[in-house]
């Protein structure tokens, strides 16, 4: 979980709380629990898989053919000239950085197209969150995994989630 947005979410739920009831109520939910049990949720972690699946064959498969050049060079490196064998090396180091450039980009790629996709339910969340704790009084609302102690009976992860789904 991004913790920038952990740390937004806190932060915009506390605020937005202030022309709640200053009863000094507080609540917790497990953000991470209601986005992985909602039907939305689960479709993100779903479509996510899938891409990482299919962006894992590709880059197999471009690993593989980068090995395969190895085993060659290595098998025929003894009758290669020391100019030839360089020029090989280079050309071998230069397609393993590619290689590892292109795993970057595909983390940073799937790592983007989780963001925006949590984006959604993120908003829906947080308009969840207000509305409970504008009807129940709280004044503030925290992640659970942003505090360090709290109880069972301040948590509204049940409440949430079933308005979620």
Not at 49 to 68: A, T, V
Not at 83 to 99: F, I, P, S, T
């Amino acid at each position: 979980m991004n913790r920038i947005f952990l740390s937004l979410f806190s932060l915009v739920l506390f605020v937005s709380f202030a022309g709640a009831q200053e009863t000094g109520k507080i609540a917790v939910i497990d953000l991470a629990d209601i986005i992985a049990n909602s039907s939305q949720g689960k479709k993100i972690q779903k479509d996510l898989q899938n891409d990482l699946k299919k962006s894992q064959i590709e880059f197999d498969k471009k690993k593989k053919s980068f090995e395969e050049s190895v085993k060659g060079y290595e098998d025929k490196r003894d009758s290669f000239s020391e100019k030839v064998k360089a020029e090989k090396e280079d050309e071998l180091m230069k397609k393993q950085r590619e290689l590892q450039r292109e795993a970057a980009d595909m983390q940073e790629e799937l790592n983007k197209k989780r963001d925006a996709a949590l984006q959604d339910i993120y908003k829906k969340v947080i308009a969840v969150v207000e509305d409970i704790s504008k009807k129940e009084g709280y004044s503030v609302v925290l992640d659970k995994k942003q505090a360090i102690y709290s109880t069972d009976s301040i948590d509204i992860t049940s409440s949430v989630s079933k308005s979620i789904k």
